[in-house]
């Protein structure tokens, strides 16, 4: 049923397994862990077996294009086992949000993924970062695009010779993967 | 309506990260009210037990536990961002906000599964979903349970790789208990093992290079020489030896507030403090925001440390130069021969390396002082002794002022009339201490930022009798403290000068390393400036880049000419030649020239770091035979003593300390000058009865 479901409690009862279809076409199967009726949120466990760790999904129950009922089962949740500790939780992010600002830092913003792939080869074995859609390495040299060995520039000779080998190879190797990938 | 089932009714609040209280309130209230009216009011209600749960109440719990995770939210476009799972909304809609998220799926390309080709945009620190845009939120691997939580601090601990500096800088770090470890009861024990190296004395000498060879016939090509400085074998080696022998013992008896130095001494005083195993030898030190070692995050500490060290560390007396320092002899008549010394300065680097080394290491990159003396101003400056950045300690000397005639250049250096007033000054870093307006102020551990910034000496000449006004080139930064230092030595008869009280009481309020007990310096502007008999003392060690010269030509001039460490006295010697002292050798340690004509002597040219510029009191030179043999330095708790004035000397007072009146007791220099020479006077003669050590002279 679309729409909202306010008045049918039953449904969403917790602990019903359910199958799941949903206007944006995402199907999926899970049990009931709590349905708030004013927020309209239906948090749905995937799968049917409750262990330590699980997928959730807080889905909002406008977005039910359609569901059928699979079975009841317990409430998945058990209410003695559950505790938060913020403080963890706190630290989790913290950690979260460093990696992913790292991560950040290796990925170029409005590069083609073919450049990004150069990058990423080129940085297991030298130091490079990006500027804007330059790639730099060993804060020296200059590889613009299309990232050729002829788009190397500055730094010294040595670390010209060396980026632009280096560029050369890995484009072989992307070549060479990718044409036997595809 | 059913009521709210929050306690604290908050309002709606659009993306409001959930406050810790707020939820756990809620949690708790939530919990606990069994009363609470359910949205799914039958089957909750058919819950059994006493936690009744409102399903908001879940609804928040689970979006807690996702917190910190990586989710992605569904939109409804159909676009599908992925990010870290910050905070939802309040109670009536449901939004979401996200950090550091970005888009993997763009729901105009429908169907599409691909990341875009490209990443338009850097990700976005906070994003937030509106509860009119979101559909799903999807989270992998969620712990909600204790169970979970559990499997989940593991693998994260797993995960993350505990580095010194993250230890160090996380302020929460988990801690974990540290077993002792027992070998395996199996393991076969070989007590010889263990052993073997511990007797470097060892009858069967363990030779590598003999062995490889036996065994495998290679032949080494090692030569110690390629790694180290040569050692020169002279006629003074076991001399340099037992001079080396003692500083090392000197030092390494030192007390220390550091654990492992002291530990490494042998020093148990920490035994009874409980100090645990782990702290003791290996801990990684949990500061805040320092590395490893906690050497960087605390460099006062331990630069302190190193400065007790090296000058001793007592509250009432300035650091102690641990290091003997010698002077350099004088030739009569004349120029110091750049040989001897060059032959001096190898030797005093040799015996005196770790004093020396020591004590450069603790100059701090800036440091002087000025001195008004009326006839001139010198500057004391305590240069940075190789790369040290942190010098605590520097030594200062304050010149004496000197006579009425020296300010004038065009004077012949014929005149004898020469008082280098030389105070040496070791201060504690840290300590900026303005001196009162006749002392020279010393700033130390000025960390590099301004070196290079000359010295200009003199700009006050004065007419010898004026009270001296302080040409203070104040570094700011922290300057000795040790100006009291200074008065101790100074004689005690001399006339108006320093206003010494000043500045004692200007330091009391510091760290004081001062000696409470020394004299204070007097300036004497009527003592006869020094002339030394022969040619000026020779700098004992070189000043590296510091164009410190002294004029000595110009007896009128009034020669405050620093001696950088090591330097023994230089006054300039009216007769002599100024002495030019070339750059021995690349030495850390100043390097003092002379420049024979110099410029007015005033200023001082200093170049790059700051050196520490040493003030020989003038002196009157009594005769030109004269030889007073160096001062030694000084006593663990006496912080300096100079030598003012040969009529001090002579008179037996000012510089004689009170527990020997007979000894003359004095140390010109600081660092980089070799050995100390401890002098016996008889008050009231001119002559040296015996001189301890050997080498420098200082002729007065």
Not at chain 2, 77 to 84: D, P, T
Not at chain 2, 334 to 345: A, C, K, N, Y
Request: with cysteine; hydrophobic share 30%; glycine share 8%.
């Amino acid at each position: 049923m679309e729409g909202q479901v306010g008045g049918s409690g039953e449904e969403f009862a917790v602990g019903c397994l359910l199958s799941i279809k949903t206007t944006l076409g995402d199907e999926f199967d899970g049990q009931v862990m709590a349905f708030d009726r004013f927020t309209n949120m239906l948090v749905i466990q995937e799968g049917l077996k409750s262990g330590p760790r699980r997928n959730i999904r807080l889905l909002n129950a406008n977005y039910i294009k359609d569901f059928s009922f699979l079975g009841q089962a317990d409430d998945p949740l058990d209410p003695k086992k559950c505790f938060l500790d913020l403080s963890r939780l706190q630290a989790r992010e913290h950690l979260a949000v460093r990696q992913a600002e790292a991560d950040a830092q290796r990925i170029g913003v409005g590069v083609t993924t073919e450049a990004q792939n150069i990058f990423d080869a080129l940085s297991k074995t030298l130091p490079v970062r990006w500027d804007k859609t330059v790639i730099v390495v060993m804060n020296e040299v200059r590889v613009s695009s299309p990232y050729l060995p002829e788009s190397v520039s500055g730094g010294t000779a040595a670390a010209n010779e060396r980026v632009k080998k280096v560029l050369e190879f890995e484009r072989k190797r992307l070549q060479a993967r990718g044409s036997s990938q595809g | 309506m059913p009521p709210k089932s929050t306690a604290n009714g908050f309002g709606r609040r659009r993306g409001e990260r959930e406050g810790g209280t707020r939820l756990e309130s809620k949690s708790q209230s939530g919990k606990s009210n069994s009363g609470r009216v359910t949205t799914t009011g039958s089957v909750i209600g058919s819950k059994s037990g006493s936690c009744a749960v409102s399903s908001h109440d879940k609804l928040l719990y689970l979006a807690s536990c996702l917190i910190g995770l990586s989710v992605e939210v569904q939109v409804k476009g159909g676009s599908v961002y992925a990010g870290i799972f910050h905070a939802t909304s309040d109670e009536k809609d449901f939004g979401v906000i996200l950090k550091m998220a970005r888009l993997i799926k763009d729901g105009n390309f429908r169907g599409q599964k691909t990341v875009a080709e490209f990443v338009s945009k850097p990700p976005s620190k906070n994003f937030i979903i509106p509860s009119s845009e979101l559909v799903q939120v999807i989270a992998k691997d969620v712990a909600v349970t204790r169970d979970g939580f559990a499997n989940e601090l593991q693998s994260d601990k797993q995960r993350e790789l505990m580095i010194d500096s993250l230890i160090s800088q996380t302020r929460h770090v988990e801690e974990r208990e540290l077993e002792p470890w027992i070998p395996d009861e199996d393991v076969p024990q070989l007590p010889e093992l263990e052993n073997i190296f511990d007797d470097p004395w060892n009858s069967k000498k363990w030779d590598q290079f003999e062995t490889n060879e036996t065994l495998f016939g290679v032949k080494t090509t090692f030569n110690e020489e390629l790694y180290t400085t040569k050692l020169l074998r002279g006629p003074q080696t076991e001399e340099l030896e037992k001079e080396a022998a003692r500083i090392a013992r000197e030092i390494a008896g030192e007390d220390t507030q550091d654990l492992h130095l002291a530990e490494e001494r042998g020093s148990s005083i920490h035994e009874n403090l409980g100090i645990d195993e782990e702290t003791r030898f290996s801990s990684v030190y949990r500061g805040t925001g320092f590395d490893d070692s906690g050497y960087e995050e605390d460099e006062d500490i331990v630069l302190n440390t190193h400065n007790n060290e090296t000058f001793g560390d007592s509250s009432g007396s300035v650091d102690q130069i641990s290091t003997d320092f010698a002077i350099a002899k004088s030739s009569d008549g004349g120029q110091l021969s750049s040989s001897s010394f060059i032959v001096d300065e190898a030797q005093t680097s040799q015996s005196d390396g770790t004093g020396a080394d020591l004590y450069c290491s603790e100059i701090p990159s800036r440091n002087f002082s000025t001195l008004d003396s009326e006839s001139r101003v010198q500057e004391n400056l305590l240069g940075e002794c190789g790369g040290n950045n942190d010098a605590k300690d520097f030594v200062e000397k304050q010149p004496l002022p000197e006579d009425a005639q020296l300010p004038k250049s065009g004077d012949s250096q014929s005149s004898p009339n020469r008082e280098k007033a030389g105070t040496i000054k070791v201060g504690r870093s840290a300590n900026a201490t303005p001196y009162s307006t006749s002392h020279v102020l010393s700033k130390g551990n000025e960390k590099t930022s301004s070196h290079g910034e000359p010295v200009d000496v003199a700009a006050s000449c004065k007419a010898p009798g004026e009270p001296q006004s302080v040409n203070s080139r104040g570094r700011p930064g922290s300057s000795a403290s040790s100006n009291s230092d200074r008065a101790a030595a100074t004689s005690a008869s001399s006339g108006p000068g320093l206003s010494p009280s000043s500045s004692m009481g200007s330091l009391s309020s510091e760290k004081s390393t001062l000696n409470p007990y020394a004299k204070e310096f007097k300036l004497n502007p009527n003592a006869k400036s020094f002339t030394p008999s022969q040619a000026s003392a020779r700098p004992l060690s070189p000043v590296a880049d510091n164009a410190f010269y002294h004029p000595p030509n110009v007896s009128a001039v009034p020669h405050m000419h620093g001696l950088p460490v090591g330097f023994g006295m230089g006054p300039s010697l009216a007769a002599q030649q100024p002495v030019i002292y070339p750059q021995i050798a690349p030495m850390q340690s100043p390097q003092t020239y002379y420049h024979p004509h110099g410029p007015q002597y005033g200023q001082q040219m200093l170049v790059g770091q700051s050196r520490p510029v040493f003030y020989l009191p003038n002196y009157q030179p009594v005769s030109n035979s004269h030889h007073l043999k160096v001062l030694k330095c000084l006593t663990k708790d006496e912080i300096i003593s100079w030598l003012i004035g040969l009529e001090h000397l002579c008179g037996g007072s000012a510089l004689l300390t009170e527990r020997n009146p007979e000894r003359l007791l004095g140390i010109i220099f600081w660092e980089g000058s070799s050995a100390v020479h401890e002098i016996a006077i008889k008050p009231g003669s001119k002559k040296v009865l015996r001189d301890l050590s050997s080498s420098w002279d200082m002729i007065l």
